[in-house]
RNA sequence: GCAGGUAUGC
């Protein structure tokens, strides 16, 4: 069992949900059984092919062997029901649950922004809010393009304002969504501050500051990001 | 950085 875990992990590493998937039928049918440790691989590999017909036969797979009580789990399965665009399977399984955490919370979260239910994603979000789950980065990156969508610059500085009190401003998945959002709510200007403050810029903050900046047309601009990008050791892609 | 497992950004 170690074994069979340690490869579709690597596979799941490098992207091949497939192949991990095609692993666990072939462990399934050599007559053993996954474990808690097993199981959140397997859906995430679902999750990745947005295959919901394994995805429920992984579903009956854990409730068969009992896994119910480990929260990993149980979040993995929300999380690939979202994936597969099954809010209503991810809901249910959200709402059956003893125990939650902000993972449970967030999946469920990305899979309405995901899939464009975006007033239901702000009133999971205000739910989230009085509920006593203490926000996440990943939970913030996850809403933030909602507010990119709405394009209200006003909305923009209130959950900026909000995002700031969590600390979380400066992580760079939340910097590269609020840059993101600046732009697209008519304050490049911001993006810009902001962008200049982050420290660890990766390629995707890099490529939200040259996006705001191709999308207001202004190419001087951008076409410096492009070198200083270049300086700074980071090629585009 | 990783220490067998889940969520997030252009």
């Not at 469920?108 to 899939?115: H, I, S």
């Not at 006593?132 to 809403?143: E, G, P, R, W, Y």
């Not at 047309?217 to 990008?229: G, N, T, V, W, Y």
């Amino acid at each position: 069992l170690f074994s069979w875990t340690a490869v579709i992990g690597a596979l799941l590493n490098s992207g091949s949900f497939a192949p991990a998937f095609g692993f666990y039928r072939e462990m399934v049918m050599s007559g053993i059984c996954a474990d808690h440790f097993l199981y959140p691989l397997v859906l995430k590999s679902c999750a990745g092919t947005r295959d919901l017909r394994d995805g429920r036969r992984v579903h009956a797979d854990v409730l068969r062997s009992g896994f119910c009580w480990d929260l990993v789990v149980m979040n993995s399965l929300v999380d690939m029901y979202a994936k597969c665009e099954s809010l209503e399977e991810a809901e249910s399984v959200f709402g059956e649950m003893t125990e939650r955490d902000v993972v449970t919370w967030t999946s469920l979260l990305a899979g309405y922004v995901q899939t464009g239910y975006r007033l239901e994603a702000l009133d999971f979000f205000r739910e989230m809010l009085t509920s006593d789950v203490k926000l996440s980065s990943a939970t913030l990156a996850a809403i933030l393009p909602v507010f990119s969508d709405l394009g209200s610059f006003d909305l923009a500085r209130q959950i900026h304002g909000l995002i700031v009190g969590t600390g979380c401003e400066l992580d760079k998945f939340v910097a590269s969504a609020l840059i993101d959002m600046y732009a697209s709510c008519g304050g490049l200007g911001y993006s810009r501050l902001l962008f200049n403050r982050v420290k660890e810029r990766d390629i995707v903050s890099w490529n939200a500051m040259i996006k705001g900046y191709a999308q207001a047309k202004l190419f001087d601009e951008m076409i410096e990001l492009l070198f200083q990008m270049h300086a700074d050791g980071m090629s585009p892609n």
